[in-house]
């Protein structure tokens, strides 16, 4: 599944007298299965999530997935979010507070009237049984912890089978511990369904785990694309983390 | 101590509040929902436009009311002509006066609820395929509906206490129009204070009931 973005984006950043415009610039494209866009925070990447998820409308420009054209402002194609097919990992997870866990994950396939078929009850319980959510499907989201909440926001957005899963930042409020254990755990959920991701992220650590492309933000502009997995089998791990390090190090200095 | 005359009164009090609480509640949470979320020249105006009927003294609500839909008002004329509908000394009338003194309750407090909702819940709803309308019943409502349904119990409260405006538009007409609120001060004026007495109990009772309701309602959980 291929992903293609080059899109302009306004920004605007600040209030009242510090507020501040500029212009966003991002274009990159890669076929691998997992990408991360790498920048210090508020350098655009989560706007440009929100671009491919049809959450925010860029000034201009185009975003194509696989053969389908989400967003061409020159053609006047805006597809809504609803038709988009892309699951998205909200950094909260923004899980709905009067649902369970269970209509939380089956959210998607309730369709008018909103009853869940019999096969969408068997869908959603292998889901939950697959996150070990089985035990909660009856909980509400405010009495789950921070990693059981991503999960959830996981297997909801799975329901929907998506076409590419975007995250956003989806470790930053975790402990390190925590961290660790839910990447090891999305490298193995992304395995298994074999969905295209996109994780967006500060964190160096992140790139070395989910970088098949690793794309990195400054200065409101794409800075580089790094074709980290044709790297890693050229030269190896090692030789991959050295130039990922060397890449994504400049970033903060500048910024 | 009640007798049969007492619950003409009370039957016609329910029906014409239970009515307009219900016009209120539709028309105010999809006018809530508009100002909730979108931003249009003269909002902060137009709102207060909606709000007056909670401030302005119900016989001015009802001088304006006979107006606009009197016999020889603005649209009176054009309401019996094409629709068949007389709300001068009729029942209707009364509920279209209770209706528009209730609609800023259900307005206030929906608006306040929905603006409360977090917008990253409906984008999320939205990337998993649902159309704005599933959107907004699924999430944005449930979400919304405490709030709502604690503004909707007191309007349902305030239409049933309507006095000024329903006796200008509706009159006072025993078993047509004349609502419990009515009736007390028929009671009264004609020193019946026994019916007065009874009447006003009963009207207690009920708004006792409903205040409780909605600040069970309103009280944070857990």
């Keep these: 599944m291929k992903l293609s973005v080059d899109i302009d984006v306004r920004l605007r950043t600040g209030r009242g007298r510090r507020a501040r415009e500029f212009l966003l610039r991002a274009a990159f494209e890669s076929a691998d299965e997992r990408m991360v ?18 959450l925010m409308r860029p000034e201009r420009g185009r975003i194509a997935l696989g053969g389908r054209v989400l967003f061409d402002s020159a053609c006047g194609i805006d597809l809504p979010a609803r038709e988009r097919r892309v699951g998205y990992l909200f950094q909260d997870y923004a899980l709905f507070p009067h649902l369970t866990v269970a209509d939380n994950a089956g959210y998607a396939l309730r369709r008018w009237p909103w009853r869940l078929s019999a096969e969408g009850r068997e869908r959603v319980g292998a889901m939950l049984e697959l996150f070990g959510l089985s035990m909660l499907a009856d909980s509400l989201p405010r009495d789950l912890s921070g990693g059981q909440r991503q999960r959830v926001a996981l297997a909801r957005a799975l329901l929907h089978e998506p076409e590419v899963l975007l995250l956003d930042e989806p470790f930053a409020a975790m ?24 994780v967006i992220t500060h964190d160096l650590e992140d790139v070395r785990t ?23 089998d050229r030269e190896g791990e090692a030789g991959a983390w050295a130039r990922i390090q060397n890449a994504c190090g400049g970033v903060f200095d500048a910024a | 101590m009640l007798d049969a005359a007492d619950w003409a009164p009370l039957a016609l009090t329910l029906k014409v509040s239970l009515l307009a609480t219900l016009i209120a509640l539709v ?50 004329p054009w309401l019996d002509d094409t629709f068949g509908i ?55 409502l449930p979400l919304a509906a405490r709030g709502t349904l604690a503004g909707t119990l007191l309007a349902f409260a305030r239409a049933m206490g309507e006095f000024g405006a329903t006796l200008m538009i509706a009159g006072n007409l025993p078993g ?43 009280a944070p959980r857990r």
Aim: with cysteine; net charge positive.
């Design chain 1, 37 to 54: 866009i790498f920048g210090p925070s508020g350098s655009g990447k989560s706007v440009t999530i929100q671009a491919i998820a049809g």
């Design chain 1, 175 to 198: 402990d390190l511990l925590l961290r660790g254990r839910m990447r090891d755990e999305l490298t193995a959920i992304q395995e298994r369904f074999r969905v295209p991701m996109v």
């Design chain 1, 210 to 232: 989910f970088a098949d492309t690793l794309v990195i933000y400054r200065h409101g502009a794409v800075a580089e694309t790094l074709p980290c997995k044709a790297i890693r």
């Design chain 2, 27 to 76: 028309g105010g949470v999809a006018l809530a929902f508009v100002f909730a979320r979108v931003r249009f020249p003269g909002r902060d105006t137009l709102d207060a436009i909606l709000t007056l009927p909670m401030v302005m003294p119900p016989t001015v609500l009802g001088y304006y009311l006979i107006v606009v839909v009197g016999r020889k008002g603005w649209l009176g």
């Design chain 2, 86 to 140: 007389q709300l001068m000394f009729t029942w209707q009338g009364a509920v279209l006066a209770a209706a528009i003194v209730a609609f800023p309750l259900v307005f206030k407090s929906a608006r306040a609820a929905l603006e409360d909702v977090e917008p990253t819940l409906e984008r999320a709803a939205r990337t998993l395929g649902s159309t704005e309308p599933a959107v907004f019943f699924r999430v944005t």
């Design chain 2, 176 to 218: 047509r129009t004349q609502t419990l609120s009515l009736a007390v001060y028929d009671a009264v004026q004609a020193g019946d204070e026994a019916r007065a007495d009874a009447l006003v109990l009963l009207i207690s009772a009920v708004c006792v009931t409903i205040l409780v309701v909605s600040s069970r309602l309103l």
